[in-house]
Every structure is written in C-alpha cells, then in structure tokens.
Nanobody, 118 residues
Framework: QVQLVESGGDTVQPGGSLTLSCTVSGFLFKSYAMRWYRQAPEKEREWVAYIRGDGSNINYAAAVKGRFTISRDNAKNTVFLQMNNLQPEDTGVYYC???????????WGQGTQVTVSS
C-alpha cells in the first residue's frame, strides 16, 4: 500500500521557519523524484521544489528560491522542505509528490497546512 505522509505544518509569524517532512512507504523511494507543491486558498496548486531520486538535481520555484531548501534521506524514505523567512504569501496546504516518469507512476500525499500570520 502506497502512503505519503506529510508532517510539520504549523502557524508561524512572518520571518519564521518551519521544516516539513514527507515519509513514504509502499514503493522504492530512491527511484522516485520528489516534489513539493502548495495550494493557497482559492488558488491553483503550484510547484515549489524538486529533487531527483539520488539528490543530484534540485530546482526551486522563483518565489521560494533562496528561502526554501529541499533534501531527502533515502535511508529513511523521507523528503524534507526547510522553509526560512516565511511570508504570508507562503500560506497554504503543502503536498509532497512522488514521480517515476519512466514508468508513468506518481503519488500524492494528503497535505499539511502552513499558515504565516502575525
């Protein structure tokens, strides 16, 4: 059974930091690229960060570059999103996504809420 479980969401003040985690099971984690997406209220889901299966390639959306860091621990089947200098526009539900493009498989987590407010 495939599972992606996000955790770490919380309410923080502007300028604060959070680290999100996504722990997976049911598939070979190291063979999957991982992404974080977010969805703000009444907005479409948007891509935030990407990391290749072996961690050799990382990319960020322009809105978070320099503030967010994606990483993974393949021994623990977990991907992380370190978020610094959070701003109100970072508020939303954050989802982790796994993809193995060569075989056309992808999975989504259930999301974790991040709220940035004073």
């Amino acid at each position: 059974q495939v599972q992606l479980v996000e955790s770490g969401g919380d309410t923080v003040q502007p300028g604060g930091s959070l680290t999100l985690s996504c722990t997976v099971s049911g598939f070979l984690f190291k063979s999957y690229a991982m992404r974080w997406y977010r969805q703000a209220p009444e907005k479409e889901r948007e891509w935030v960060a990407y990391i290749r299966g072996d961690g050799s390639n990382i990319n960020y959306a322009a809105a978070v570059k320099g503030r967010f860091t994606i990483s993974r621990d393949n021994a623990k089947n977990t991907v992380f999103l370190q978020m610094n200098n959070l701003q109100p526009e970072d508020t939303g539900v954050y989802y982790c996504h796994a993809e193995r493009a060569t075989v056309g498989l992808e999975y989504w987590g259930q999301g974790t809420q991040v709220t940035v407010s004073s």
